[in-house]
């Protein structure tokens, strides 16, 4: 019998991306390719559904070709998506009525504030594991319901129909209206506890349910693909979060993982049951596999890290190159006391403050751009430690080792820092393409290309440790420092900002 | 042919001599280098200084290669740069291969390991990130030294090759038939030169320019790398393929 493979597409906020892997989790072949962002207005951010499609069924093509296999090649093709981004369709023709709303725009700022009124941003995390914000879907279906005339009254008679990218293209491909758990635990419609829609938030939010998706478990063969994939059973749905912590094998309560890029997103694994946030935490699905229980994650997510190095070089100019930043931060042995505080747009976990904006701290005359170099790879460590120890203090664990995937993990002295900081071994797997094997895994699951999770955590192996090297003392100043920076940085807005 | 002329050769040479040490050199250092007077060579420097070539230290008023040059000669690449743009394909490397994996530059005649991937086997072991290796003894450093032949000329012709194992190459005429063998097969192996029961096999890294910038590269006993005392075949198509793969990758011409 002949080599078989499964395909995975990544369809994140970027680009396109369609990954092959072999049994052994070895990439085979990778294609790529960007689509648009439109920004129609400040906070706004669009994309097209169909240019993404297009590009989905090109890079599809592309990798296939790359590795010369032919769709008779595949075993299985798993989707992994950027979460949230919101897609409405006409289900006659397939057409969408209107731009997808990306996860980053906040034009739904208004409607949260109303939707929260005095109950405030938690009013419904008991049930959904999610405070009110503009980052969810459900708020951003409403504000085209509200918003496109007309749009209602066909939504409620099940004409017009709602999706976040892994429903948009698994309709494209197979013809089906579903989503999986990951997916539509990011809506801000599902009850996180029966994993089903809740009229009560249907009614809150203001969506009708016959627009919506089918809710479906992260992994089985929702249909076979028509053509040009002529047959290829599409085996799984996950968000790209959700998909890097199966490619991180994270299965086991208390296995956490961070996928650094521009923004940074740490999900532990808290078992069979929600865990509640105290912390400042997102409690969401973990993934369901179809074997054994559903399991769900705690979620800290950090909106600026890789986008601060992207700062400092293309607004600051004192590198050429992103991977430069660890050149000129070795120039100097430390931060010399400077601390820097990217709220750019408010602070994620744990902070959740929409009024914090950046700050740099501890400036003296002897700080020079290597110290702020130091400074701007920093801010990503201590982040995480923030996150962190909502993590354990949430979880009632301590965490025993990060594992971390990402474009940042090149950065050696970020990883050796983040060891520092963190005082737990941080570990790189030897794919560091996550969010595609994840989604592999997933799929190969559904259609036994592996049999079970000790198989995929066979492939799993270290591509590099970093171990903590720092004295308890210095962490314990740095991190107190630290704290007295993002204090500075918080309450920065007023009125009439 | 018209004649040479006497300045830019005179130029060169200085420069030459400064990419050469570690050390930074002054005018009188220069000066008795060349075999010219003080004030000649004052003012080449001063020249060179002006169109940023060399630089000159505020404390000690020596030279030393200015960042313009470094920034010119194409040769010239980040090493941190270097493993952001190999990291996926120097993972394939020891996933294919089941070694570990390393990436080198070359530094003040040695080997800087700018990459490291472990042996996928989950053993324990360390990051060499910022160690240094010597040239002449490693795959890495002969691949590096075969397509820098003015580095290995100065490296040759330096205090002797240090012996690690009684299978190092310490003949230089047997060193130089050997880089001239790598440069035509493009790709550098050696077998117990550095630690007796260890082999390591490596090919060079070029840019868009067909220059090599580093050179990847894996390590393991010899009994895995190596059939009758040669490195299996399967593993040199592993290690010149990821070679190329990088070299793609850095905007080198497809081939």
């Given at each position: 019998m002949s080599e078989r493979y499964v395909a995975a597409i990544d369809q994140g906020t970027a680009s396109s991306r369609c990954l092959v892997f072999d049994r052994r989790a070895r990439i085979v072949s990778v294609a790529q390719k960007e689509h648009r962002h439109y920004f129609p207005r400040p906070g706004w951010v669009e994309h097209d559904p169909e240019e993404i499609w297009r590009n989905v069924l090109e890079v599809v093509d592309e990798a296939l070709a790359k590795a010369e296999l032919s769709p008779a090649d595949l075993s299985a093709l798993g989707i992994a998506n950027q979460r949230e981004t919101t897609v409405l369709w006409d289900r006659r023709t397939g057409m969408p009525v209107h731009n997808a709303i990306n996860w980053e725009d906040t034009r739904t700022d208004q409607l949260c504030r109303e939707l929260a009124g005095d109950a405030g941003q938690d009013r419904f995390r008991e049930k959904t594991g999610l405070p009110i914000a503009t980052y969810f879907s459900g708020p951003k279906v409403r504000w085209l319901l509200d918003r496109v005339p007309g749009l209602r009254e066909r939504a409620e008679e099940g004409e017009v129909l709602f999706g976040t990218i892994d429903s948009w293209l698994i309709w494209n491909l197979c013809g089906r209206h579903v989503t999986d758990v990951t997916n539509a635990s990011r809506t801000m419609l599902m009850d996180l506890n029966t994993r089903e829609w809740d009229d009560e938030l249907l009614s809150a939010v203001g969506v009708?349910?016959?627009?919506?998706?089918?809710?479906?478990?992260?992994?089985?063969?929702?249909?076979?693909?028509?053509?040009?994939?002529?047959?290829?059973?599409?085996?799984?749905?996950?968000?790209?979060?959700?998909?890097?912590?199966?490619?991180?094998?994270?299965?086991?309560?208390?296995?956490?993982?961070?996928?650094?890029?521009?923004?940074?997103?740490?999900?532990?694994?808290?078992?069979?049951?929600?865990?509640?946030?105290?912390?400042?935490?997102?409690?969401?699905?973990?993934?369901?596999?179809?074997?054994?229980?559903?399991?769900?994650?705690?979620?800290?997510?950090?909106?600026?890290?890789?986008?601060?190095?992207?700062?400092?070089?293309?607004?600051?100019?004192?590198?050429?190159?992103?991977?430069?930043?660890?050149?000129?931060?070795?120039?100097?042995?430390?931060?010399?006391?400077?601390?820097?505080?990217?709220?750019?747009?408010?602070?994620?976990?744990?902070?959740?403050?929409?009024?914090?904006?950046?700050?740099?701290?501890?400036?003296?005359?002897?700080?020079?751009?290597?110290?702020?170099?130091?400074?701007?790879?920093?801010?990503?460590?201590?982040?995480?430690?923030?996150?962190?120890?909502?993590?354990?203090?949430?979880?009632?664990?301590?965490?025993?080792?990060?594992?971390?995937?990402?474009?940042?993990?090149?950065?050696?002295?970020?990883?050796?820092?983040?060891?520092?900081?963190?005082?737990?071994?941080?570990?790189?797997?030897?794919?560091?393409?996550?969010?595609?094997?994840?989604?592999?895994?997933?799929?190969?699951?559904?259609?036994?290309?592996?049999?079970?999770?000790a198989s995929l955590e066979a492939n799993w192996h270290k591509a590099a440790e970093w171990l903590p090297a720092m004295d308890g003392a210095a962490r314990a100043k740095g991190y107190r420092k630290w704290k007295k920076a993002v204090a500075l940085a918080v309450d920065w807005l007023d009125d009439d900002d | 042919m018209p004649g040479r002329i006497q300045s830019i050769e005179r130029a060169a040479a200085i420069l030459r001599l400064l990419s050469g040490r570690s050390r930074r050199l002054g005018v009188a250092e220069l000066a008795g280098e060349l075999g010219l007077p003080k004030g000649t060579v004052h003012g080449i420097l001063r020249t060179l200084q002006f169109v940023g070539f060399v630089e000159q230290d505020r404390e000690s008023g020596k030279y030393q290669l200015g960042a313009a040059l470094l920034h010119m000669g194409s040769s010239y690449l980040d090493g941190n740069e270097l493993r952001t743009r190999a990291l996926n394909w120097a993972d394939a490397l020891a996933t294919q291969s089941g070694e570990s994996v390393r990436i080198g530059t070359l530094h003040e005649n040695q080997v800087l390991i700018v990459h490291h991937v472990f042996r996928p086997d989950d053993s324990r072991q360390a990051l060499e990130v910022g160690s240094l290796v010597p040239a002449h003894a490693t795959a890495l450093g002969k691949a590096l030294l075969a397509s820098h032949r003015y580095l290995a000329a100065e490296l040759l012709g330096g205090d002797g090759l240090m012996s690690y194992t009684p299978a190092t190459v310490t003949d230089i005429y047997r060193l130089r038939r050997e880089l001239d063998d790598i440069s035509e097969h493009g790709w550098a192996s050696e077998v117990g030169e550095l630690y007796r029961d260890m082999a390591s096999i490596a090919a060079p890294i070029t840019d868009r320019r067909r220059v090599t910038v580093g050179a990847i590269g894996i390590t393991g006993p010899i009994e895995r790398l190596c059939e009758a005392a040669r490195p299996r075949p399967e593993l040199i198509g592993y290690v010149t393929t990821s070679a190329r793969s990088v070299s793609r990758e850095l905007g080198a011409l497809p081939w």
């Open positions: 009708p349910r016959a627009m919506l998706p089918e809710i479906r478990p992260s992994a089985e063969i929702y249909g076979q693909a028509g053509p040009p994939l002529a047959g290829v059973p599409v085996a799984s749905l996950l968000g790209d979060q959700h998909a890097a912590l199966v490619g991180q094998t994270c299965f086991d309560p208390g296995d956490a993982k961070c996928t650094y890029g521009t923004g940074s997103f740490f999900l532990l694994n808290t078992g069979e049951a929600p865990a509640r946030s105290e912390s400042g935490l997102l409690s969401t699905l973990g993934y369901d596999l179809g074997v054994g229980k559903p399991t769900y994650a705690l979620e800290g997510s950090i909106a600026v890290t890789g986008a601060l190095v992207q700062w400092f070089r293309d607004n600051i100019g004192l590198i050429g190159s992103a991977p430069e930043i660890e050149t000129l931060a070795l120039t100097v042995e430390d931060n010399g006391g400077c601390y820097f505080v990217p709220a750019f747009s408010g602070l994620f976990a744990p902070h959740w403050r929409s009024d914090a904006r950046g700050v740099i701290a501890g400036l003296t005359g002897y700080i020079n751009k290597g110290h702020l170099a130091r400074a701007v790879l920093e801010a990503t460590t201590w982040q995480t430690r923030e996150v962190m120890d909502a993590m354990n203090a949430d979880s009632g664990r301590s965490l025993a080792e990060l594992r971390v995937d990402g474009g940042m993990t090149a950065n050696n002295l970020l990883m050796q820092t983040l060891a520092d900081v963190l005082d737990v071994p941080v570990v790189r797997p030897i794919v560091a393409e996550t969010v595609s094997l994840g989604s592999a895994y997933a799929a190969g699951l559904a259609v036994g290309f592996w049999p079970d999770l | -």
